[in-house]
Nanobody, 127 residues
Framework: QVQLIESGGGSVQAGGSLRLSCAAS????????VGWFRQAIGKQRELVAV???????YHADSVKGRFIISRDNAANTVFLEMNSLKPEDTAIYYC?????????????????????WGQGTQVTVSS
């Protein structure tokens, strides 16, 4: 059974930083395409950042230059470093991984491309 457990969410003021972690069990993340999505109240789930098996990354324009996705293969954990946070970053953040065979260098940017999801962690940014 695959489980993704997020942690690190919380409440911060605008301009602050948070680091989200996603620890996996039952699935080796180094052989999976992984990503972070978020969903604000009343809005659809949207892409934040994704990483291919080879470590190639893609960040949404809204977070580019402020957020960084990374992976620690030894710890089987994916991270999302979030800096210069803005009130519009307020959302529930979800970690995700693919179960299907993934091309090593391919980036998967749609939520439908992913099979495993964490329970989500709330990030609230106040102005």
């Amino acid at each position: 059974q695959v489980q993704l457990i997020e942690s690190g969410g919380g409440s911060v003021q605008a301009g602050g930083s948070l680091r989200l972690s996603c620890a996996a069990s039952g699935r080796t993340l180094s052989t999976s395409a992984v990503g972070w999505f978020r969903q604000a109240i009343g809005k659809q789930r949207e892409l934040v950042a994704v990483m291919s098996i080879a470590g190639i990354t893609y960040h949404a324009d809204s977070v580019k230059g402020r957020f960084i996705i990374s992976r620690d293969n030894a710890a089987n954990t994916v991270f999302l470093e979030m800096n210069s946070l803005k009130p519009e970053d307020t959302a529930i953040y979800y970690c995700t991984a693919r179960s299907a065979s993934s091309a090593t260098f391919s980036l998967y940017t749609r939520a439908i491309d992913y099979d495993y999801w964490g329970q989500g962690t709330q990030v609230t940014v106040s102005s």
